[in-house]
C-alpha cells in the first residue's frame, strides 16, 4: 500500500530519544536562566527560615555547602546559595562520573561565593553537560557504560532524564526562594 503522507513512511531519525531529551534540557534551562537572571548575591546568602541548609565560608575562603543526614522537611528551606551548590554538585559529578575519571566527591564541590559566580559556573556545567550530549547516540541512551553517577547499572537515558528532573526541580526552588526574598518583611 502506497503512503501520501511522506512522514509516515519514514524511518525514525538518528538519535531522536537524545534529541528529545536536548529539547527537553533546553527547556529546563530557559527555567533556570529565568532565575538566575538579576539574581543577586544577598538574595543567594539570604536564609528564608532560621533552619535550612546553607553554604559558609571557610577559613581558607572557599564557601562550602551543609550536607543533611536525612532529607525529612524539617531540616528548613534551603538557601538559594544552597540550591545552586546543590546544582552545580550534582552537574559537576555527573559530568565527571559519567564522561571523565569519576575522581570527583561532595568535598572536591565548593559554591562560588557571589551570583556572578553562581551564573558563570552553572553556565559552563551546562555548555559542557549539552556538548556532551550532543555526542551520544540512542545506542549510548541504551547502554549503562557512561551510567556510574548518580546511578549504576541503568540506561544512560535514565541519567539523562533524571538531570533534567533535577534541574527543572531546582529551577523551581530557586525561583520560588527569590519570591519569598522579594515578599520578605523588612527588618
Wanted: charged share 25%; proline share 6%.
Amino acid at each position: 500500500m502506497k503512503h501520501d503522507d511522506p512522514a509516515a513512511s519514514a524511518e525514525p531519525a538518528a538519535n531522536e530519544a537524545c534529541a528529545y531529551l536536548i529539547r527537553q534540557l533546553d527547556i529546563a534551562w530557559q527555567l533556570t536562566s529565568y532565575h538566575l537572571d538579576g539574581l543577586t548575591t544577598e538574595e543567594c546568602l539570604w536564609r528564608p527560615a532560621d533552619q535550612g541548609l546553607h553554604v559558609h565560608q571557610a577559613p581558607d575562603g572557599t564557601w562550602r555547602a551543609d550536607w543533611p543526614d536525612h532529607e525529612g522537611y524539617d531540616l528548613g528551606p534551603p538557601s538559594i546559595a544552597w540550591v545552586t551548590w546543590h546544582l552545580g554538585f550534582w552537574w559537576s559529578m555527573v559530568l565527571d562520573h559519567c564522561f571523565g575519571d569519576g575522581a570527583l566527591s561532595r568535598e572536591g564541590v565548593t559554591w562560588p561565593g557571589d551570583a556572578d559566580g553562581v551564573r558563570a559556573w552553572l553556565g559552563r556545567l551546562h555548555a559542557q553537560w549539552r556538548a556532551a550530549l550532543e555526542q551520544a547516540t540512542d545506542v549510548d541512551l541504551r547502554s549503562a557504560r557512561r551510567t556510574r553517577w548518580p546511578f549504576q547499572d541503568r540506561p544512560f537515558g535514565d541519567v539523562v532524564a533524571w538531570a533534567n528532573v533535577e534541574l527543572t526541580k531546582n529551577a523551581a526552588e530557586i525561583g520560588y526562594a527569590r519570591f519569598l526574598y522579594a515578599r520578605r518583611s523588612p527588618g
